[in-house]
């Protein structure tokens, strides 16, 4: 069982025992709604307020430090980025999540020029509802797709072999639902 440790604990220990993801949430089913702030666009940003409007595209991020991150290093979040409109223009929202703290989640927006929104979940509490995992000091990254009514609809775990769910592979999957 994971115990959540208090906020004034450096990030990297809550995340020192490694777990592995967990497919805990049911495929046609609403994942656990949040309210984070959205560093990228300075508001806070509600999942329940797609549900019925459009789908959505969680892509939980892997931002270990301040000192440890650059465009090579965040390729998967830089692609995101780079396809940003066009997930847009099929219609879905696309919403980043780091751990880390807004000041550090506002360093990585400025420093590698995002236009999508990032989210701060500096407690990683919704990275902990969604069981995306953690090892080596932060949570592991995930890709999940909520359909336009907000349920759960494609879910990519974090693996050696398959670190992220590429945006072309995202892209196809929207235009299934």
């Not at 997930?87 to 020029?113: K, W, Y």
């Not at 407690?123 to 990254?141: D, E, N, R, S």
Request: aromatic content about 10%; proline content about 8%.
């Amino acid at each position: 069982m994971l115990t959540t440790l208090p906020a004034a604990t450096p990030a990297w220990w809550r995340y020192w025992v490694p777990l592995p993801p967990l497919l805990g949430l049911p495929f046609g089913q609403i994942p656990p709604d949040f309210a984070l702030w959205d560093v990228t666009h300075q508001r806070t940003v509600r999942l329940a307020n797609w549900r019925g409007k459009q789908p959505v595209v969680l892509v939980f991020c892997r931002i270990t430090a301040a000192i440890a991150y650059g465009a090579q290093t965040h390729d998967h979040l830089m692609a995101m980025d780079k396809a940003y409109a066009q997930f847009r223009n099929a219609g879905a929202e696309v919403l980043a999540i780091s751990s880390q703290p807004q000041r550090q989640t506002q360093a990585v927006v400025e420093d590698l020029g995002l236009s999508l929104p990032l989210l701060s979940d500096p407690t990683g509490t919704v990275f902990q509802a969604y069981h995306t995992g953690q090892a080596w000091g932060a949570p592991l990254p995930a890709q999940f797709m909520l359909d336009a009514q907000g349920r759960l609809r494609y879910c990519h775990l974090f693996s050696l072999l398959h670190q992220a769910a590429a945006p072309e592979t995202l892209l196809a999957t929207l235009e299934q639902l």
